[in-house]
Each structure stands twice: as C-alpha cells, then as structure tokens.
C-alpha cells in the first residue's frame, strides 16, 4: 500500500518535491497512518509553511513530526516538553539548506518515544550492564579500566533507576552490584563453611 501511497503523492504536484518525499517515506515506514493524514498536514498552511521553513532555513536544526492520538500529523520545530505519543525527528547536522541532493548528508532522522525514561531504562539494564560487565569483553584491558568502566555503568543504572522512582513518585533504591549472584554466593559460603566469601558483593550490599 506503501507504494501506492508514495505513486499518489508524486501525482500531485506539491509532493513532486523530492525533500517531501524523503519525509513522508520515512514516516510511512516507522508510523501507520493514510496517506489523507500527510495531505491534511500539507494542505494545512501553518503546518506547510513549518515543514518548508525547516528545510530551507538553516536556523531550524529540528523537525519532529508527531501522529495525535487523534490521528492527526502535526509538526514541530521543537521538541515537546510532555509526549503521550510517538515522534519522528529529523534533525539537521549542516547548516544549510536542504536539498534533494544533499538531504541524506544534511538530515539524521528517527524516533522520539513517548517514554524514553523507561526506554533508556531497559536499554541500560538489558544492554549496557550485560555488554560492559561481562569479563569476555574485557580482555586486553587493564584491570583499573575493568573496574572503572563497570563502576560508571553501575552509577548509570543506579541514576536512571532512582529518577524513574521520583518521576513515578516513588522512592526507589538501587539493588547493590551483583545481587542476581546472591544465591550463587550463598551456595559457595555454605559448600566453603564460611571460608570462600564475595568481599565485592559483601561491600555492594553494605
């Protein structure tokens, strides 16, 4: 449907511009909407007039252009302060106008989510934490790196932990390093009768 959508555009008239094209490509493959969505948001003057600033006048680094929960395509020069829903950005990196030419070197573009706190959570604890705390991603590094590389990760983790906390109005403590391997710990401690003790886990919960 995606290409009969982009055929009806370059039918008409306004949409043979090639810098519109590009946009509204980019917004048919990360957000469903109709194509009568991109039309209403180009026939709609302030809204046309934004789009067309953006790309010819370099003083605008940022267009974002959100789907309403109404269903709507409505465009921005800045970025919202409050999002209930996703966004698509395209931000320019040169400062000067955008050409059909050199839009792909001039643009970076992609998605704003609605929750980008619980996003950066999960990307920190399923990705970062796992990526830089696994010794197998280590070798070749000096121990005092390992430590100081793992020690900030931590922090992060800790940091974006805590700020969803006040931001959900909850008070929430961080988890010491290491708690997943407790149990693991415990069974050591037990087999060891006391003597094999994680001192790293022992300071973490202390």
Not at 31 to 45: A, G, L
Not at 115 to 134: G, I, M, R, S, T
Not at 150 to 159: A, Q, S, Y
Request: some cysteine; hydrophobic content about 40%.
């Amino acid at each position: 449907s995606n290409k009969m959508s982009s055929a009806t555009l370059e039918d008409d008239a306004v949409e043979s511009d090639p810098r519109l094209l590009f946009i509204y490509t980019y917004l048919t493959k990360t957000t469903k909407f109709k194509v009568d969505k991109w039309q209403k948001m180009m026939n709609t003057e302030m809204y046309k007039t934004m789009i067309m600033d953006f790309l010819e006048k370099p003083q605008h680094s940022v267009l974002l252009v959100t789907l309403t929960s109404a269903g709507t395509l409505v465009p921005s020069l800045t970025f919202p302060t409050t999002g209930k829903t996703k966004s698509s950005y395209f931000a320019r990196v040169k400062p000067e106008p955008i050409t059909p030419e050199n839009i792909r070197k001039c643009l970076i573009f992609g998605d704003v989510s609605p929750k980008p706190l619980e996003d950066l959570a999960v990307l920190v604890e399923e990705v970062f934490v796992p990526v830089f705390c696994n010794p197998a991603n280590h070798k070749g590094w000096p121990a005092v790196v390992v430590e100081d590389v793992k020690r900030h990760v931590i922090e992060l983790k800790n940091t974006v932990y805590k700020v969803r906390g006040q931001i959900n109005g909850q008070t929430l403590l961080p988890m010491p390093d290491g708690v997943f391997k407790v149990h693991q710990v415990e069974q050591r401690i037990i087999e060891s009768n006391g003597e094999d003790v994680d001192l790293q886990l022992k300071s973490a919960i202390e």
